[in-house]
């Protein structure tokens, strides 16, 4: 996506729209087809385990992949899937007809990212049911306030699908020695940056997930800094402490890691697979939420 250009705050915004509008696309019938097997195949899952997934509406729209670097997100209550996708599953749909797969194959290739996105509608809809399980079941700290610092605003990669950045972790005492400076705190704010400034940076090419470590403070939390006044940071790879507790991905927002497990949790319950004694201790908050929440 070529940069938005204009004269005013009113300018940008107009090009913006123009842009979106531009790149929404129609969906054939044969992808509609694969799309809608795909959902009726796991519908007796859903109204078995978690029938909140029937009573949502599932809206999708289709976009060009020069949009938004061809990622895939939620508007609203709507799944926004760029073409790639789409032809992915035409791709799996075609085979499925033919009889080259069989349909738990062709659901599992399909379902993963539909589950995923529909995930994030049901977090706008029901955004008090998520917050238990972040703060009850994942030991998320809902933070009050957090003190930005300029240095992060400049290179924060917003998420639509994680807009709402006010989640803080605690961490363990080997993942809490600071990269830089002399600070050991124990807490980090977790987000996307860009790696660089210069130039256009694109989405998942020049970003990186990290810790911010912040401290408490009176109203809430503040960024730590070293001696030149920036913020202490590492990578979340370098965080094992807290990754380990989402190893099916997300670990950088709460919301991206409910996505993340939802799409394990119901095509396991779908082929069923019986996933490995570790990764069902640390599924199991999650599906004991979903259990209560889903329904």
């Not at 007796?44 to 670097?69: A, G, M, Q």
């Not at 003190?147 to 994680?162: C, M």
């Not at 109203?219 to 590492?234: A, I, M, N, R, S």
């Amino acid at each position: 996506t070529e940069p938005i250009k204009g004269d005013s705050a009113d300018a940008i915004r107009d090009a913006v729209k123009k842009q979106y509008q531009q790149a929404i696309l129609s969906f054939s019938d044969e992808e509609k087809y694969a799309i809608t097997a795909c959902l009726r195949a796991l519908e007796p899952t859903f109204k078995k385990h978690y029938p909140l997934l029937v009573k949502v509406d599932w809206r999708l729209i289709k976009k060009s992949n020069s949009l938004e670097s061809a990622a895939h997100f939620t508007r609203e209550d709507c799944i926004v899937l760029s073409e790639s996708y789409t032809r992915h599953a035409l791709r799996w749909y075609k085979r499925l007809v033919k009889g080259e797969v069989k349909q738990t194959i062709f659901v599992t290739q399909l379902a993963r990212l539909l589950l995923h996105e529909q995930m994030h509608v049901l977090q706008r809809l029901y955004p008090k049911r998520f917050a238990e399980l972040y703060t009850q079941h994942w030991a998320y700290i809902r933070a009050t306030k957090i003190d930005d610092h300029p240095w992060l605003a400049e290179r924060r990669a917003v998420n639509p699908d994680g807009v709402d950045l006010g989640w803080v972790h605690a961490v363990e005492e080997d993942d809490a020695t600071a990269p830089r400076g002399e600070s050991h705190p124990h807490y980090i704010w977790p987000q996307v940056l860009y790696k660089t400034t210069e130039g256009h940076p694109r989405l998942f090419r020049h970003t990186v997930m990290v810790g911010v470590f912040v401290h408490p403070s009176d109203e809430g939390f503040k960024v730590v800094t070293d001696k030149d006044g920036l913020p202490v940071y590492k990578p979340l790879k370098d965080l094992p402490q807290f990754t380990k507790k989402f190893h099916f991905g997300g670990a950088y927002h709460p919301n991206e890691a409910a996505a993340g497990a939802l799409p394990r949790v119901i095509l396991e319950q779908y082929a069923p697979l019986k996933p490995s004694a570790d990764r069902a201790k640390i599924l199991k908050p999650f599906v004991q939420w979903a259990g209560k929440y889903l329904q």
